[in-house]
């Protein structure tokens, strides 16, 4: 059909009529379609609410999440899934309760799920598995790229790692024949930065051993009530990799001397501590696995990881003397294009406090002046400014400070 005025065959009024007609179709299409138009703004409108609602209640529950994560968490673990909340044990007191959960959350868990709730014990979020926590405070290096050549300035203390953990490894028939037990744990004692990570990697690396590095901070203050747990998988995780070579870092976070308070954390604390002793005691047939612990705060041990069977190989890591700072700049310039001014026997005078990270920090920052200065070759006068700012640095931030606590 054709809706054109151009058909001269139709008679005049009826042409009219036809558009009368047209306008009112036009007319009614009009109509729906303003109804249609109104329809659909009342559901943009309703959408635009709900909208707003939505926006809102993500707003207060983002609001909330933060303030949840930010006190401290602990961990417990599902029991079961009721419809007026969920039943949760926590970890570490093994007490029961039942606590409230949001729609959302209630989707993610299920019975035996690990879960981090706070101090109302409402369920914060759901823990990922154990392997990931497990990946996350452990580092398991295959093969440690330190060598003993890498350690300046502290040969009798690797002359004693090697005979405490390196020749129970490679030949622990000679302790058999002599009819002597090798050391069980040997504990590296002294401040921060001397070296005592590096010898307990440069070990694992001379023995072929798997390198599995824990922080005792991380242990007990990540998620309480899981601490005593970490300890059992840090020694099965070193089974798994014999040889390996155990090291906790920061042992003084779960071995200081008891207090008197009861807090939760403290009891934390103790039970990892426990459960350590008892992965010692009970370690009777060791394996090729061997301990070795570090810590920059000797004098708040508590003295019961010391008794033989435990840590009862202690050595001590001090700051390097003189010679040994020589030594520790000559290594850490191997690679760097140093100008032929430059005295490292100079350097290691004028250097009395530094630790071996100083140093190495020295090294570093040197290079950093030449290379502000437009220079590749590095000079004496680099080494000088590089120590007066490390030295400024750590008086800044006593953190960072390499002093001895
Ligand atoms: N004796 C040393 N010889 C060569 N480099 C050293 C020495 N001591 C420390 N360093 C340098 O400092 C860095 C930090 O050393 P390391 O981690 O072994 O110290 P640490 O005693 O374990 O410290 P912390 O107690 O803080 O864990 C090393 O990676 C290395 O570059």
Not at 355 to 383: N, Q
């Amino acid at each position: 059909m054709s809706d054109t005025v151009e058909d001269v065959d139709v008679p005049y009024d009826e042409d009219e009529a036809s558009q009368q007609e047209k306008i009112r179709a036009l007319e009614e299409r009009l109509e729906v379609l303003e109804s249609q138009n109104e329809e659909m703004r009342d559901k943009l409108l309703d959408a635009n609410a709900e909208n707003n609602k939505y926006q809102q209640k993500l707003e207060r529950l983002t609001h909330e999440n933060k303030k949840l994560k930010q006190s401290p968490l602990f961990v417990a673990t599902v029991q079961e899934i009721m419809d007026d909340g969920v039943i949760i044990k926590q970890h570490g007191n093994n007490q029961e309760a039942l606590t409230e959960v949001t729609d959302e959350m209630r989707t993610e868990l299920e019975p035996d799920a690990r879960v981090a709730v706070n101090n109302s014990l409402s369920i914060v979020k759901s823990l990922s598995s154990e392997t990931d926590v497990r990946a996350r405070v452990m580092e398991v290096t295959e093969s440690p790229d330190v060598s003993y050549e890498d350690i300046g300035g502290l040969e009798e203390q690797m002359q004693e790692v090697r005979e405490t953990v390196e020749m129970p490894l490679k030949s622990p028939e000679m302790f058999t024949e002599v009819g002597i037990d090798p050391p069980s744990g040997v504990l590296l004692y002294g401040p921060p930065g001397t070296g005592k990570t590096m010898l307990a990697k440069a070990v694992a690396n001379q023995t072929d051993a798997t390198f599995i590095k824990m922080a005792g901070s991380e242990l007990v203050h990540k998620f309480i009530g899981e601490g005593a747990k970490l300890v059992r998988d840090l020694f099965e995780v070193a089974r798994e990799h014999e040889p390996a070579v155990l090291f906790i870092d920061e042992i003084d976070a779960i071995a200081a001397t008891r207090t008197e308070s009861k807090t939760s954390g403290d009891a934390e604390v103790q039970r990892t501590m426990m459960q350590l002793l008892s992965e010692m005691d009970g370690f009777e047939d060791r394996g090729e696995i061997r301990i070795i612990a570090a810590t920059n705060r000797f004098d708040m041990l508590d003295r019961a990881i010391l008794r033989p069977g435990r840590f009862d190989r202690l050595i001590e890591v001090p700051k390097p003397t003189e010679e040994g700072r020589e030594l520790i700049f000559q290594i850490h310039t191997r690679n760097m294009n140093v100008a032929d001014d430059v005295d490292f026997a100079e350097l290691a005078e004028i250097t009395p406090e530094a630790s071996g990270a100083d140093i190495k920090a020295v090294c570093t920052e040197a290079g950093m002046f030449a290379i502000r200065d437009e220079r590749t070759e590095i000079r004496m006068e680099d080494f000088r400014s590089a120590w007066e700012k490390v030295q400024a640095e750590s008086e800044e931030d006593p953190s960072v400070s390499k002093t001895f606590a």
